[in-house]
């Protein structure tokens, strides 16, 4: 069994509207100095060790992440 | 200007519709041996270097994660 880990992004040339609300509340708030926040997806998988690089990075290709609009890193990380 | 990653995932014990709905359209669509899909949130700031670790920990605590359901990590990155 490994895990594995999936970050999806927006791509840096898409507006991002729920990390700019979360940039416009802070200041109002009483939080000074954050000048950028981006929001994306994370998923944790458990696969089987059968599971080779070549299918994970298909499955999240295909169904964690919109390559049209995010950008992706898939990583194994030690359970 | 510092770069910081904030994870959110949903506790262990909270159900989690939309990994569940991937997990199990995953099969049907061919692809074998995943047994588990959990979907969090990931956040990535630009922070001022001003701001401190125990600001960065109320931020997260206070408007990424809900502590009810959710854990989160919160670490600084190289840019």
């Given at each position: 069994m490994a895990r594995v880990v999936v970050d999806v992004m927006p791509k840096p040339e898409i507006l991002d509207p729920q990390g700019q609300a979360v940039a416009k509340a802070l200041p109002r708030l009483g939080?000074?100095?954050?000048?950028s926040v981006r929001q994306g997806k994370r998923f944790e998988l458990e696969v089987d060790d059968a599971v080779d690089d070549a299918t994970l990075a298909k499955i999240a290709e295909t169904f964690l992440a919109n390559p049209v609009i995010e950008d992706w890193v898939v990583r194994r990380v030690e359970p």
């Open positions: 939080f000074e100095g954050v000048t």
